[in-house]
């Protein structure tokens, strides 16, 4: 049964996937900070650090596609393609 909810999961549509890096970021920030304060039900303490680890996957695939960008430039460089491709 679980496995049947992660793959439903991992179907549905994921709504952070539109998240810029920057707003991922500064809402993550929100949460981290919502945390540390605390005062929060233990409920309610789940579900930001649910929304964290989201908030931190759309940081990572945005930063892993930026690195890609890098990597693809520099080897079209020392490949000698003065336009990048």
Do not use: F, I
Not at 24 to 41: F, I, K, P, Y
Not at 59 to 75: F, I, K, V, Y
């Amino acid at each position: 049964m679980a496995e049947q909810q992660e793959q439903q999961d991992a179907a549905a549509p994921n709504p952070d996937d539109a998240l810029g890096y920057e707003h991922a970021r500064d809402a993550l920030l929100d949460v981290v900070r919502q945390l540390e304060n605390g005062g929060t039900s233990l409920e309610e303490s789940l579900a930001l650090w649910e929304r964290g680890e989201q908030l931190a996957k759309v940081c990572q695939r945005w930063l892993d596609g930026a690195r890609a960008r890098l990597d693809a430039a520099l080897a079209a460089e020392e490949g000698g393609d003065p336009r990048g491709e």
